[in-house]
């Protein structure tokens, strides 16, 4: 019987283990945790407690491998979001546009959504989970791992731990050399509360975003709704500024925003959890794909491959993507060959998270001067553009939310969209014929 072993039991892990479920006999997840029964955080996964929020395209794959899924998670409360319809976005000095789409998800909790994706992977009839295991020693040619002092085998070893990952050090130590990391690091932190607005709070909008607003304030907050008619408030602070940690400094910080509309509709807001801070939101990508040597039975995605800053919420979606390209490569499948294919997979969405991180003076990593200035000047072009023109907006917000490909954007008719409406600020709005509202106007619902 042919087997798969997964190390890890997080959403990379679950989503590997439902996609090899098709093409192994049995599939084996290892997990260090103790599962819970139910929808509740485990210790394994601290920033679960912070907000994951889902986009469009990582729903739509998650709905067709589990159909169960939309059915689990509005029995639980989960509401649905409209990205581009339901959210108020301010970014660049000005309101994004509001349009109804097809970008929709099941807005709710990580534990809620990971607890109904693990129910039905554990329904697999060929997937089985070892939690609460300690591992020891992994060959990787074999594969084999050492699992509480017993052996265990499989014809593919697939590793999903996350961002503590061992994998460069099992590859170093057996001969397949050392991997490069890049790592982009803003500085970001940010503190998050669980509250329940007012059911009279008079707004239009079911999620509320605030950007940062680069070379003019560096803070950003979010409201984020989950389920049972509950959300959740995250105020990031970038570029070395600490975010707050009592009561009175989170109010003062959502005060201190770009615009009042965060910290006004927080005012009556029954706040019903402490403050949490999370300091680790910075992103990093290791270049397995880089490698000249590869073991042929063995791979690497989710956190353990590429890890995303979590203010931007691609997480869960790029782990999708990720496991979408293993689906597709499973008939005839060559791991190094699939470590290639996945790393250009995650290229993109990696750079749309760290060409906003690229803005602050504090901003590390592998990326010179000029080639940032350079980015960063093209992608504030098209956000700019999205602002004013509906168009564009809609092409950007489908490529954000992974369901097109950033190439859409290159298409003459939306790359000459760009050139017009994606100039510096004027005074005046631009005379976008189909904008949905000028610049620096709040838009239509």
């Known amino acids: 019987m042919s087997r798969a072993l997964v190390l890890g039991g997080g959403f990379a892990g679950l989503l590997a283990a439902r996609v090899l479920s098709e093409r192994f006999d049995s599939v084996l997840i290892l997990e260090r945790d103790q599962l819970p029964e139910g929808p509740t955080g485990r210790?394994?996964?601290?920033?679960?407690?912070?907000?994951?929020?889902?986009?469009?395209?990582?729903?739509?794959?998650?709905?067709?491998?589990?159909?169960?899924?939309?059915?689990?998670?509005?029995?639980?409360?989960?509401?649905?979001?409209?990205?581009?319809?339901?959210?108020?976005?301010?970014?660049?000095?000005?309101?994004?546009?509001?349009?109804?789409s097809d970008l929709k998800v099941r807005a709710c909790s990580r534990p809620l959504l990971e607890w109904a994706v693990r129910q039905d992977v554990e329904a697999l009839p060929n997937v089985t989970f070892r939690t609460q295991v300690s591992i020891g020693a992994v060959d990787l040619r074999a594969p084999s791992v050492e699992v509480d002092g017993e052996l265990v085998t499989g014809e593919l070893l697939v590793d999903a731990s996350g961002r503590g990952s061992k994998a460069c050090t099992w590859l170093k130590e057996q001969g397949f050399g050392e991997a490069q990391v890049d790592e982009v690091n803003s500085q970001a932190a940010y503190a998050t509360r669980t509250v329940r607005l007012?059911?009279?709070?008079?707004?239009?909008?079911?999620?509320?975003?605030?950007?940062?607003?680069?070379?003019?304030?560096?803070?950003?907050?979010?409201?984020?709704?989950?389920?049972?008619?509950?959300q959740v408030v995250n105020l990031v602070a970038y570029d070395g500024l600490e975010p707050p940690t009592d009561p009175a400094a989170f109010d003062a910080?959502?005060?201190?925003?770009?615009?009042?509309?965060?910290?006004?509709?927080?005012?009556?807001?029954?706040?019903?959890?402490?403050?949490?801070?999370?300091?680790?939101?910075?992103?990093?990508?290791?270049?397995?794909?880089?490698?000249?040597?590869?073991?042929?039975?063995?791979?690497?995605?989710?956190?353990?491959?590429?890890?995303v800053n979590p203010v931007y919420g691609q997480g869960?979606?790029?782990?999708?993507?990720?496991?979408?390209?293993?689906?597709?490569?499973?008939?005839?499948?060559?791991?190094?060959?699939?470590?290639?294919?996945?790393?250009?997979?995650?290229?993109?969405?990696?750079?749309?998270?760290?060409?906003?991180?690229?803005?602050?003076?504090s901003s590390s990593g592998p990326i010179g001067p000029l080639r940032r200035r350079l980015i960063t000047r093209v992608v504030e072009q098209v956000h700019r553009a999205g602002q004013r023109d509906l168009t564009v907006y809609r092409v950007l917000a489908e490529v954000m939310h992974m369901t097109k490909d950033a190439q859409a954007l290159l298409r003459p008719s939306i790359a000459w969209r760009i050139l017009r409406f994606g100039g510096p600020r004027r005074d005046s709005a631009p005379q976008a014929s189909d904008a949905t509202a000028p610049v620096?106007?709040?838009p239509a619902a």
């Open 43 to 100: 210790q394994g996964a601290g920033q679960g407690r912070f907000p994951h929020v889902l986009l469009g395209g990582g729903q739509k794959r998650l709905d067709r491998w589990f159909p169960r899924l939309q059915e689990r998670l509005a029995e639980r409360g989960a509401q649905v979001l409209d990205w581009p319809g339901d959210t108020s976005v301010f970014h660049m000095g000005g309101w994004m546009p509001r349009f109804e």
């Open 198 to 230: 007012p059911d009279d709070l008079d707004v239009d909008w079911s999620c509320l975003y605030v950007m940062p607003q680069s070379g003019t304030n560096r803070r950003s907050g979010l409201i984020y709704p989950i389920e049972d008619g509950l």
């Open 253 to 307: 910080f959502a005060e201190a925003l770009a615009v009042p509309d965060v910290a006004e509709a927080l005012k009556d807001a029954e706040y019903l959890s402490p403050i949490l801070r999370y300091k680790a939101a910075y992103h990093r990508f290791i270049r397995f794909d880089r490698m000249a040597k590869w073991p042929e039975r063995f791979i690497v995605l989710g956190d353990a491959l590429c890890g």
């Open 316 to 361: 869960i979606t790029i782990i999708a993507q990720e496991a979408e390209v293993l689906e597709r490569q499973l008939a005839s499948f060559d791991a190094r060959r699939f470590q290639r294919a996945v790393g250009r997979t995650v290229l993109v969405p990696w750079l749309m998270g760290v060409v906003e991180d690229l803005r602050w003076p």
């Open 440 to 442: 620096g106007e709040r």
